[in-house]
């Protein structure tokens, strides 16, 4: 696309030179993150540290078409960041309607941009604030709703951490997002670090149930998991490019 940022703090990098040097490694997963990445799309500096990239947001949106209730038709993306979730969502043709909600207005500029990218943009409402006053607006007695969250995992500390300890994420830790969500759907998928510790994702099933939670892959390498509350009818096979199922609880899915 011809279109180029014109706003400080929004980037379109086409050339190595133009890029910040404490980011070198993310140049060169650029088409691994964005498939598409030469048509022009458009990132922040933090978008680089959280957005999902291409393969893993696909593959996160074929298990929540695949394993959904049929009579949830919304999906709403908590925290769209610069689109990579949501753009997945709405491709993956599922959804009846598509949330992308970012509080951040130059990054929700970059998510409209790149939907624009992938030919979505019509397929997504937008909305700029804060997810759990837009829940509270909009939301509130709804029961056709998915909530998805790949929340601001507070830094970088987490990847030096055997076991990350989910009370510290910040600025929203588990116990504020899974309650903050609760309350509009017992459907709730949260994308966190690849060492989240399982013992504090357990304490919140409900009913006795046995949350899922799925380890997101790239070239054998974990490089996050999801965590599954509610009723889905979860069921992911083998892959091919190193995919591998550990149990129901806790399957591998690589891209």
């Not at 893993?56 to 999906?75: D, M, Q, R, V």
């Not at 610069?82 to 949330?99: D, H, K, L, M, T």
């Not at 969250?149 to 500390?157: I, N």
């Amino acid at each position: 696309m011809d279109e180029k940022p014109n706003e400080r703090g929004i980037h379109q990098w086409s050339d190595i030179s133009q890029f910040p040097e404490h980011l070198t490694k993310y140049w060169h997963q650029r088409y691994r993150i964005w498939a598409e990445y030469n048509r022009g799309i458009w990132m922040t500096e933090d978008a680089w540290f959280g957005v999902t990239p291409e393969p893993i947001a696909n593959k996160i949106a074929a298990h929540l078409a695949e394993s959904a209730p049929k009579e949830k038709t919304i999906i709403f993306d908590a925290f769209a960041g610069v689109g990579g979730n949501a753009i997945a969502f709405a491709r993956s043709g599922r959804w009846e309607q598509v949330f992308a909600i970012e509080k951040d207005p130059k990054t929700m500029k970059c998510a409209k941009h790149n939907a624009k990218i992938y030919g979505v943009q019509n397929k997504i409402v937008w909305s700029t604030g804060d997810c759990f006053d837009i829940l509270k607006r909009r939301f509130a007695g709804n029961s056709n709703i998915i909530i998805f969250a790949s929340p601001p995992w507070g830094g970088t500390e987490y990847s030096s951490e055997d076991v990350f300890d989910l009370s510290k994420m910040e600025p929203y830790n588990l116990e504020k997002l899974y309650r903050g969500f609760s309350k509009y759907t017992k459907h709730v998928v949260l994308y966190l670090p690849r060492t989240s510790d399982l013992n504090q994702l357990a304490r919140y099933a409900t009913d006795g149930k046995k949350v899922e939670v799925a380890h997101y892959c790239a070239k054998g390498a974990s490089k996050a998991l999801c965590a599954y509350y509610g009723d889905f009818n979860f069921d992911v096979e083998e892959e091919e490019d190193g995919g591998e199922v550990t149990s129901a609880q806790s399957p591998e899915c690589c891209v």
